[in-house]
């Protein structure tokens, strides 16, 4: 097996579901510790959520401050309805359980240059990122390039696929979307990319040991100098 030199350290293979989660929810509670101010940017899917529900255990339980930092959403649906919107799922999955003020609830359909608004607000200390079934990070589709900010896309037919079951009909799934960019991902101080079962090997296999590559946009995370990937299978 050949990879790109050192990335095989970055990768933390964990025994199950839950271990990932806590593993995850464990990185975003020591970035908040050493930096109440921290600016981190979040993903939807399936992935992350027991890591959500853990965060909203702790900060329920008042072992966590978040009234210092500020959160924006990788991505989110174009012409969905609210319900489905990936900013209701963090309201509904984390903010609601935490102290997170309501103007620190960034989502990139809020403003016309999102990469500005990041920038403006001391830039992205941390990324967690999750990893589609074709390699797409946030809504980077193959094929993306690497000189990419934030920008709107047409969802590829593999993604509506697998979005198909979080609505009641074909007709009702998004074919549009906004998200964060290659380059605006690739500029976060740090990356945390997590990817949980068998079905997600194959991109992550490819991620990590081919060179980078547009026509698999999580390639490019191998050039991030503080990437931190987490698997619970062998990869
Ligand atoms: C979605 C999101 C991504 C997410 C990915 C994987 O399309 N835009 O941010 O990481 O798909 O989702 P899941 O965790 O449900 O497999």
Known sequence: ???ESG????????????????????????????????RLGLPTGNTPRRCYEILAEWSSQGRLNWSKAKCFALDDYLEVEERFSFQH??????????????????????VDNYDQLILDQGGLDFC???????????FNEP?????????????????KQANRKSFESDSTVPTRAITMGISTLLSSRSLVLIASGKNKRKA???????????????????????LLVIADFDW
């Open 1 to 3: 097996m050949t990879f």
């Open 7 to 38: 990335v095989a350290d970055r990768v933390r293979v964990v025994k199950s579901y839950e271990a990932l989660s806590q593993l995850t929810a464990e990185q975003i509670a020591n970035l908040l510790k050493a930096n109440p101010y921290g």
């Open 89 to 110: 799922y963090l309201e509904s999955n984390l903010y609601r359980f935490t102290d997170l003020p309501l103007d620190a609830r960034f989502n990139p359909r809020q």
């Open 128 to 138: 967690l990122l999750g990893i589609g079934d074709n390699g797409h990070i946030a």
């Open 143 to 159: 094929p993306t390039p690497q000189e990419s900010w934030t920008h709107c896309v047409w969802l590829s037919e593999e993604t």
């Open 204 to 226: 992550l296999h490819r991620a990590l040991t081919g060179p980078p590559d547009k026509d698999l946009p999580a390639s490019f995370l191998t050039t991030h100098p503080n």
